[in-house]
């Protein structure tokens, strides 16, 4: 073998070693960047979701104690006793009430009375904000100062001053919370194929990521194919969890580039890798682009109430509210909250402009007329510290049209404000019309703006249509807008049941189109008013006879029913009343029966005090299997889901409470 052989194989085994050593510690370095990465990735997604779920609890806990507050200021007794259940109907462990020194004159426990938040240290002595100028004040769940004792504490100001603060044990905050939790984190992706699992500390999950029909289902923590962490946050357990496999898929892209690169010539990469690099920051760019808008998009809808019914437990009214937007955000927005046990504000809104400054402005604006609203000052006043504060810093000119409207739930009364947007639609009776009054500057457009509400009364079956103007600005080919008088013709001639109009009027808009491109946010609220419901009550015995009578009891309650709809609610409350009598263990059950006729609603609710079981949490059988095949159980539950909505349960005091409602008119 010649020198010129043996040097050129040297140099060939010399680069073979160099691609395979290269190749090797290429492997090892991105598999140990992949994992301390997606550590990184779970850390900072804690963050996110904690402030998530506490901004949810908070939330939760500051209406309860604003509603402690209003019963307060209407006379309620502040003795011990008195508070101890006004405690129990609020769903909280404590309520303490201090004066304008920080020294708690009335409390649950009474131990409490006399203490001083003024003088107190720790945790204790950031109340003290609540006598100065701060409206609510939340604390993370903790050992409290005076006892030890694990606690979240909220507290809200009194308008005769001092303050009220409402303590939760850990079991009271999760009862009172969950709820609020449930769905949170569907969709909430990371890193593509991972996600955030909320659970119970037993287990039960409220929030997966991937699969809704496991919410309700026992929790499995993860196997060793996942990089994972658990944390507790506000008593909740909260998952966070990415695939090692994702992780493994872009290791081996990149090993695989790094073998290319050394395997080619220095001139041939450096053309080629001028190109790859190229395309490759364009596509990600693109991609980048991408998921930012979609990160915001979601941000954006879960930042809207998106559950409905909202308030199952809620029979004097019904509200749904529907977002079509243009693009991947948009700048309308509707919210709804309580400001009071039975004062609701509703409310739609239209940013200017489009994209990404109008969905930050949209999220300023929400946030701020919550923020005023949930203080309880006039509606008017409201709409002018709002308007005051959005003109602050506003160098991009943008404005918000807005109207905004407070109903006392238990005589139908309205106050409302109409800041320079569209006139919603009222149907009272038989008439559906555009509610005509004064309408106000628009939010954001000038400082010192003052601004008037008006009155507006509803009776039973009553409603209001809110909507942006995307709705009634879309064109068709022709560039003809669809218009008010397309939208009152459609509403006056369209049944008031409200799951089922809003997709109506947005079908009916988009058919006008007739294909043209959605030029604008489409968003719609409807409220209707319903009023006190026709109740009527009975208890029986858990034998077959008490099956027997509550049939027959149930028969008369619905005999003015059609004969149709007579048919599927027994169907329905039949199989529960089975369950109950058959399988509760119960020694007692109750049945209520509740009749709203403004829409035509009737409400089941079924309590006993057998042993905990919620049949919601139960999957679904495989009906597409043979009977052979299929597990037996659930197809009774499953048609009462089908058949019945909404279907909700609860477990309080020591019983089962379900509950299922059905629309029985036209």
């Given amino acids: 073998m010649t020198e010129r052989r043996r040097l050129g194989l040297r140099i060939a085994i010399s680069l073979l070693l160099v691609f395979v050593v290269t190749l090797a510690a290429n492997w090892l370095l991105h598999h140990c960047l992949s994992e301390k990465g997606a550590r990184k990735v779970i850390d900072r997604t ?52 201090a004066d304008g020194k920080g020294v708690i004159t009335a409390s649950s426990v009474p131990e ?243 994209g990404v400054p109008a969905a930050m402005f949209m999220m300023r604006a929400k946030t701020l007329i919550k923020s005023l609203a949930q203080t309880g000052k006039p509606l008017d006043q409201v709409v002018r510290e709002a308007n005051n504060a959005l003109c602050e810093g506003n160098d991009a000119n943008m404005f918000v049209t807005a109207w905004i409207g407070q109903i006392n739930l238990d005589t139908g009364h309205v106050t409302y404000v109409n800041a320079g947007h569209n006139p919603p639609v009222v149907r009272q009776g038989e008439k559906v019309d555009f509610l005509s009054s004064r309408v106000a500057l628009v939010l954001g457009g000038m400082p010192g703006i003052p601004y008037k509400s008006a009155e507006l009364q509803l009776a039973p079956g009553d409603a209001i249509y809110l909507y942006t103007d995307g709705i009634t600005e879309q064109a068709n080919p022709a560039f003809e807008l669809y218009g008010n008088e397309r939208l009152l013709t459609l509403l006056r001639s369209t049944r008031y049941r409200q799951e089922t109009l809003l997709p109506a009027v947005f079908e009916h808009v988009m058919t006008f189109a007739e294909g043209a491109e959605q030029a604008d946010d489409c968003t719609q609220l409807v409220l209707c008013y319903r009023g006190e419901a026709e109740t009527e009550s009975f208890d029986y015995p858990p034998t077959m006879e008490g099956l027997k009578q509550a049939t027959a009891d149930l028969e008369r309650c619905v005999a003015e029913l059609p004969m149709k709809a007579q048919t599927k609610l027994m169907v329905a409350a039949d199989e ?91």
């Fill in 112 to 354: 409490y009375v006399g203490f001083d938040f003024s003088t107190a240290t720790g945790q204790a002595a950031e109340m003290m904000c609540l006598v100065q100028d701060v409206t609510e004040f939340c604390q993370p769940f903790c050992p409290n100062s005076a006892k030890g004792l694990w606690r979240k504490y909220v507290g809200v100001w009194r308008p005769t001053g001092g303050f009220v603060q409402l303590g939760c044990d850990g079991k009271a905050l999760r009862d009172l919370a969950r709820s609020s939790l449930v769905g949170r984190t569907r969709n909430w992706h990371v890193e593509g194929e991972g996600g955030v699992v909320i659970t119970t500390p037993q287990g039960l999950v409220l929030s997966d990521y991937a699969e809704p029909n496991r919410e309700g289902t026992h929790w499995i923590e993860p196997d060793d194919s996942y990089y994972w962490r658990r944390r507790e946050v506000e008593g909740f357990l909260v998952y966070v969890l990415i695939p090692k496999s994702a992780a493994a898929v872009t290791r081996n892209m990149l090993v695989g580039a790094a073998a290319l690169l050394n395997g080619l010539a220095l001139v041939l990469v450096a053309v080629l890798v001028g190109f790859v690099i190229a395309a490759y920051v364009r596509r990600e760019l693109r991609r980048q682009t991408e998921k930012e808008l979609k990160v915001a998009s979601d941000i954006q809808y879960s930042a809207l109430p998106n559950v409905f019914p909202p308030f199952p437990e809620k029979t004097s009214f019904d509200i749904f509210a529907d977002m079509k937007t243009a693009k991947e955000v948009g700048g309308d927005f509707y919210d709804f909250y309580f400001t009071g046990i039975n004062t609701l504000v509703f409310l739609i809104a239209d940013v200017s402009g489009k």
């Fill in 46 to 97: 804690f963050q996110d979701v904690q402030g998530a779920v506490a901004g949810r609890v908070n939330a939760r806990l500051v209406r309860q104690a604003m509603a402690a507050r209003e019963r307060l200021e209407d006379g309620y007794s502040t003795e011990s006793d008195s508070l101890e259940r006004l405690a129990h109907e609020l769903q909280v462990t404590e309520i303490s009430v």
């Fill in 576 to 666: 529960i009343f089975a369950n109950i009598v058959n399988y509760s263990g119960a020694s007692a059950w109750t049945l209520k029966v509740e009749k709203l006729h403004y829409p035509d609603v009737a409400r089941l609710i079924f309590i006993d005090d057998g042993k905990p079981f919620d049949p919601l949490a139960l999957r679904d059988p495989d009906t597409t299997l043979s009977a052979e095949k299929r597990k037996e159980g659930g197809l009774g539950i499953l048609i009462v889901k089908k058949t019945m909505s909404p279907v909700t349960y609860s477990r309080k005091n020591g019983k089962n409470i379900l509950t299922m409602g059905f629309a029985y008119g036209d």
